[in-house]
């Protein structure tokens, strides 16, 4: 949740879309891309004035350009949601091979960041969790990419955003289980790797 810059950042992420969607409609395509880059950048000057973090900031808008790129050279609104339904699949995809080679990527993208041994895929109840959470990462990829590329294709624009800005509570709900799984696994206060050998290494009085 940190990474994703917590559930204000959840919030934040659909801000652009939700700016999006009315303009469009009210307005031009290049109106309503500029109107969504603005809130883009507003975010993040908003998270540099709040000294918060400003890597969700930072990618969000990153992600907007794109979004916004596809959709100027397309000339169509829904291209605006082409690199989200990408991404998606992709990612839907990719978490979903994990568990086929038994490397979920739930749990070594955890033990990465933290730091710690991938030791952990030798022990069936963490792995069983990770599977888990990997599982319900990778069926929320895909069925938002499915989704949202059906409406692509039948050229719902204004459907399409309303079903992406609601994407962040299948997200909250995916980063919940993943707590369950780190927790479940046993890794959630892990020990600095030296720890040991420092204590086998102090020298004993007498």
């Known amino acids: 949740m940190e990474q994703m810059g917590g559930i204000s950042g959840l919030v934040y ?3 652009p879309v939700a700016v999006f969607i009315p303009v469009n409609l009210l307005s031009t395509l290049n109106v309503a891309l500029y109107s969504a880059l603005g809130v883009a950048a507003a ?10 973090n400003l890597t969700p900031a930072i990618s969000g808008f990153i ?3 794109i979004s916004a790129l596809i959709a100027h050279l397309l000339g169509e609104a829904r291209g605006f949601y082409l690199y989200g339904i990408v991404l998606n699949l992709v990612w839907g995809l990719a978490f979903t091979i994990s568990i086929l080679v038994r490397r979920p990527l739930a749990g070594v993208m955890w033990t990465f960041v933290k730091g710690m041994s991938q030791d ?17 990462w990778a069926v929320s990829f895909l069925v938002r990419g499915s989704v949202q590329s059906w409406l692509y294709v039948t050229n719902q624009a204004t459907l399409l955003g ?11 709900l995916a980063t919940l289980v993943t707590i369950w ?3 479940r696994a046993g890794h959630t206060d892990p020990k600095p790797q030296d720890e040991d050998e420092t204590t086998q290494t102090q020298p004993t009085a007498g």
């Open 13 to 15: 992420s659909s801000l």
């Open 43 to 52: 975010i993040m000057l908003w998270r540099v004035v709040r000294r918060e």
């Open 63 to 65: 992600g907007v350009g």
């Open 120 to 136: 952990w895929r030798h022990d069936r109840r963490a792995l069983r969790a990770y599977d888990i959470a990997t599982a319900v």
């Open 162 to 172: 309303i079903v992406k800005m609601m994407g962040w509570g299948i997200t909250a």
């Open 181 to 183: 799984a780190v927790r």
